[in-house]
């Protein structure tokens, strides 16, 4: 069998969940355990992690209860003389986890989740420290793993593949999950035909608007999708206020507006659900055994979905419709352009969704055997595309964002201020393929 190492190519599966009423027992079981778990490991703060181990030791250190001894009768603190792995530890003090609804799979899965945290936090600059997770929340998961056993397999196909592991596909309209059986999913696509490949973590979620849904991470050693043919377009994209994008082959695509019809909507329910929370307080009614209140809350989650399904649609159809018609595709680096623009620019820049949009173009590209790269968005717009006279210098005025369309003050080409600064985008980006070794600050 194939290890998981040798299989670089990974894509996500996310499949809407039918539990029945049994079954949904089992998983708030488990995803009350996980949370649990999580936020007693992160009260103890208990790490073993090597990378992490020597620092955070000093500031955490692990429970007496859990030091052993030496033959030099010297404490050792190490991780491999506790029984079996830190949620275990865990679970050992209250009886409650032993339930056989558990599935031993998302204890360790909650421990790597846990170490994940901490392990972001030392590494990435800008991730805070691990945070308690809420039973409010509106979102719920938990981790399990899928196993394949080799004479399971041997007896189903030879290679581990969707349908032999001990999670697998059943049918087309089943899947069996560790202590759940068969469940009911909605299989919105067809499923990946690779000669390969491996379900490997497995995250179970539950929404506010009482959903289900089930993300499978698979692995092949071939290209889930087969690499487009070459069409010979570049293009540069430019982000800005007025409109989602400008494109340097003078495409516009215009802010979306899912938001703006379903505001009034919002509102209304948000009114609603205000008034019902007043009334309850006033009757001495706790929330949660005020139905009106509780019926109502679920109205508003639904409208809060909506409006997320209908942004990630967007940008998935944009994004995708970008990379599958031009080979390359350049865009501005958003942490540079925070940096130069003004604070109403950083606002919506969290609002439209822009860095979800460059994380897709990231991702999609090599997918379709595309190029996708990110240019320092300086002098962009100031820049006359065509004699590359920069705006401000010379005694001329800089563009404001007031200038939608401005004139060349050298060579008197009349341009729009955004198409411009995609053409300017997409130099930049094919200047940047051809001699990666030029510093571009020291061109411009
Ligand atoms: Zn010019």
Redesign the pocket.
Known sequence: MPKKDDLPYMMGLKLRLYPNWKQEKILWKNLNASRFIYNQLLANSWTDSRIIKNKLDKRYPIPEAYWRYGKNGKVIKKSQKRPTGLARITAQRYPWLNDDDLDSDMFTNTEVNYKAAWNMFRKVHTAGKPKFKRKSRPVQSYSTSNHYSSATVKKHGGTPSLYNGSIKFLDHNHIQLPKLGSIKVKLHRSLPTNRLVRIATVTIKHYATGQWTVSLLLKSDEPFRQALPNTNQAVGIDLNTENFLTTSDQKQVANPHYYRALKKHLAKHQRILSRRARRAKKEHRPLWASKNYQQEKLVVAKIHQRVRNRRLNFLHETSTALIKSHDLVVAENLKSKNMLKNHALAMSISDVGWRTFLGMLEYKAPLYGRTFVEVNPAYTTQT?Y??G?VMGSKGTKRLTLHDREWT?P??H?HHIRDHNAALNILAKGQRLLTRPDQNLEAIY
């Open positions: 006359c065509d004699c006279f060349c050298n060579c080409v």
